[in-house]
């Protein structure tokens, strides 16, 4: 994290005043968003505006422009979903398990932020992403354009090019896995400030799940693995998706990051 802009007496007493007014809007890490909106604040009045729009319960990615992904700094668009810490597992998990110069192809990739973690810690990466959200789309490019990734738009492997096939190493879907009626239940900031198709992985969560296992067989490389984020408790319902599609199956889980990860491998 940068350090703070505000270094006089009269500064401080300002990041103060700050901190206390996002502790009566609820914000838990209060001193670390202060900093964070100090810092990308141009003048007094655009850090008010800031505080105001946190307080509304826009997510602090959304105002500063960037989230923190396993190191990196990730940029993140008003409306786009926010990279969570628990999916820096999976990308831990897919750097375990790539190959040298790995292709890589990310499903339902958001902002980007697993592309950006996995060129960062593999170096030389093939990588491919796809989501069906144009604002999603145009975030990842943002991200992955620079480091030579190309980033496709439309409904999972539609957009995919054909070259692909047989062709995939390490295939991460971080797909929507939160059952429908479990919506109503997420932050504030996310059922409001999220897209919902980022979020709603149908009745059980496990649609979208299903929809990328089903296809995934022709375009992995033989040994190659997908990696599938799910939640602990619906884990063995992940993992017989993925089984049941013809991938040989276990399941990795981290207390760390209170994150479950399920690994199909093409044999």
């Known amino acids: 994290m940068s350090a703070s802009r505000f270094s006089s007496s009269s500064s401080s007493r300002q990041l103060s005043a700050v901190v206390s007014q996002l502790r009566a809007f609820g914000c838990v890490y209060a001193e670390e968003e202060a900093e964070l909106l100090s810092c990308a604040s141009r003048t007094q009045a655009h850090l008010d505006a800031m505080v105001v729009q946190r307080g509304s319960g826009l997510p602090i ?4 422009g960037w989230a923190e992904f396993c190191g990196q700094r990730v940029l993140v668009d008003p409306g786009v979903f926010v990279p969570r810490r628990r999916t820096e597992f999976l990308v831990h998990q897919a750097v375990a398990l790539a190959p040298p110069a790995p292709v890589v192809l990310d499903m339902c990739c958001g902002s980007g932020a697993v ?11 093939d990588l491919h992403a796809a989501d069906i959200d144009p604002a999603a789309v145009r975030c990842a490019r943002r ?3 620079p480091l030579g990734g190309r980033v496709y738009q439309g409904d999972l492997y539609g957009p995919v090019p054909d070259a692909l096939r ?32 980022a979020l709603d992985g149908g009745p059980d969560g496990l649609d979208i799940q299903r929809r990328v296992a089903a296809a995934a067989r022709p375009w992995l490389a033989r040994g190659g693995h997908m990696l599938v984020e799910t939640s602990e408790r619906q884990g063995p319902r992940t993992a017989e998706i993925l089984a049941g599609n013809g991938l040989a199956v276990r399941v990795a889980h981290s207390d760390r990051y209170d994150a479950t990860v399920v690994i199909g491998t093409q044999e």
Not at 61 to 64: A, G, S
Not at 166 to 174: D, E, Q
């Open 61 to 64: 990615e959304h105002i500063v």
């Open 143 to 145: 991200n992955l354009d």
């Open 115 to 125: 592309g950006v973690a996995l060129v960062a810690l593999l170096g030389d990466v």
């Open 166 to 197: 047989g062709a995939v190493s390490i295939l991460v879907a971080n797909t929507p896995y939160v059952p429908t009626d479990a919506i109503g239940l997420l932050p504030h900031e996310a059922r409001l400030h999220e897209p919902r198709q």
